[in-house]
T-cell receptor, first 115, second 112 residues
Framework: AQKVTQAQTEISVVEKEDVTLDCVYETRDTTYYLFWYKQPPSGELVFLIRRNSFDEQNEISGRYSWNFQKSTSSFNFTITASQVVDSAVYFCALSEEYNTDKLIFGTGTRLQVFP | DVKVTQSSRYLVKRTGEKVFLECVQDMDHENMFWYRQDPGLGLRLIYFSYDVKMKEKGDIPEGYSVSREKKERFSLILESASTNQTSMYLC???????????FGDGTRLSIL
């Protein structure tokens, strides 16, 4: 069965701290896709990244970076030098090769960044 | 930028009412989706649609139906609202190919 686990329900940090959000997934497929979305207080989910299972290169985009490790079935998300505007709920999600429209979401991690 | 618009941010209805949640996207996307979001459960897929007049059940379709008469509009219908359908409802759309889903702002629905 496919499953996404975000064990951290809530994380609080002070501005400028680095923070890592964990995501562990389960799937039987060899081809799959992993996603991160951000949900600020306004409510809409904002797409951050999509990674396919054949691309294990880490990705960096400004203060955001992602570490994909197939050996541990993890796709962790790090925010460097966090800012108050990073406060949001972050969701990790999985979709499979032959059912790419079905996103399986984790339960989300609420990040609070205090000034 | 992709724009997915949900007709209401907040909605309050009574048990037994028929409720319509509307979603419109302006990017000519083929695929549209309805999710509900509940604390501790993340997002769960209710229904999705690949094309006009096409629909597919998601993980939790019971108590819901959908309508897609035009490509840009996807409606979620609660045939007879119940209190356990109080939730945040999110609409999404995407085009074909390797593209992510884009989400609306959500509708927070309360059934009294």
């Amino acid at each position: 069965a496919q499953k996404v686990t975000q064990a951290q329900t809530e994380i609080s940090v002070v501005e400028k701290e680095d923070v890592t959000l964990d995501c562990v997934y389960e799937t039987r497929d060899t081809t799959y896709y992993l996603f991160w979305y951000k949900q600020p207080p306004s409510g809409e989910l904002v797409f951050l990244i999509r990674r396919n299972s054949f691309d294990e290169q880490n990705e960096i985009s400004g203060r955001y970076s992602w570490n994909f490790q197939k050996s541990t079935s993890s796709f962790n998300f790090t925010i460097t030098a966090s800012q108050v505007v990073d406060s949001a709920v972050y969701f990790c999600a999985l979709s499979e090769e032959y059912n790419t429209d079905k996103l399986i979401f984790g339960t989300g991690t609420r990040l609070q960044v205090f000034p | 930028d992709v724009k997915v618009t949900q007709s209401s941010r907040y909605l309050v209805k009574r048990t037994g009412e028929k409720v319509f949640l509307e979603c419109v996207q302006d990017m000519d996307h083929e695929n549209m989706f309805w999710y509900r979001q509940d604390p501790g459960l993340g997002l769960r897929l209710i229904y999705f649609s690949y094309d006009v007049k096409m629909k597919e059940k998601g993980d939790i379709p019971e108590g819901y139906s959908v309508s897609r008469e035009k490509k840009e509009r996807f409606s979620l219908i609660l045939e007879s609202a119940s209190t356990n359908q109080t939730s945040m409802y999110l609409c999404a759309s995407r085009t074909n190919g390797d593209q992510p889903q884009h989400f609306g702002d959500g509708t927070r629905l309360s059934i009294l």
